[in-house]
């Protein structure tokens, strides 16, 4: 009999802890995230800027190129929509970091300018091939060059997720394309802030 009343007491206090365990809508990590520095564009010359330069924001980051023709814009334009539906002061304390995985054709200057045509917040950021793989193999991604005939033009193959990094510098959440919904992150947004 005891130990019945010790089972249901622990299925009715794990129930309980579920019920207040957060949902969040995009992957939970809960990692913490791998810092790195990369180059980025200020004031008309080249800079450096880390992961931890945004410890105490929320920050956001998706890696892509400028030449690329359907995911990266359309992440881009989900990142836009969702610091819109953000209040003023919510914005300020969220950094949007575009990261370039095709450093051959996207300079700091190319990245920075493609970032702030969605938001003129947004960071484009780049670097070397070895640094970007270090920063890949950290955030569960990948790129890799299609080979191609044409030099100038070619794809890079690459991963879409958005990545979202908590005030406390923990990957907190990843959104697969399924879950880049613009509510769906502002919602965990506004509710890690």
Not at 33 to 42: H, I, Q, V, Y
Not at 52 to 80: N, Q, W
Not at 123 to 138: D, P, W, Y
Not at 184 to 192: G, H, N, P, Q, Y
Request: hydrophobic fraction near 40%.
């Amino acid at each position: 009999m005891m130990r019945l009343i010790g089972l249901v007491i622990t299925s009715l206090l794990s129930l309980f802890l579920l019920s207040c365990e957060e949902k969040y809508n995009g992957i939970v990590k809960g990692d913490p995230a791998e810092d790195f520095c990369l180059s980025g564009w200020k004031d008309g010359k080249e800079t450096e800027v880390c992961l931890s330069d945004f410890r105490g924001k929320v920050v956001l980051i998706f890696f892509g190129y400028t030449h690329c023709p359907d995911v990266c814009p359309m992440a881009m334009e989900v990142l836009k929509k969702t610091v819109n539906l953000l209040a003023e002061e919510e914005r300020k304390r969220v950094q949007v970091i575009f990261i370039s995985v095709d450093p051959d054709r996207d300079t700091p200057e190319v990245a920075q300018k493609y970032a702030e045509f969605f938001n003129p917040s947004f960071l484009g950021l780049t670097g070397s091939h070895e640094k970007l793989k270090q920063v890949t193999k950290a955030y569960f991604a990948f790129y890799r060059k299609v080979e191609s005939q044409d030099k100038e033009n070619y794809l890079v193959d690459h991963t879409g997720y958005i990545y979202l990094i908590d005030p406390d510098g923990i990957l907190k959440l990843i959104y697969p394309s399924r879950r880049q919904k613009p509510e769906l992150i502002a919602e965990d947004v506004k509710r890690i802030l």
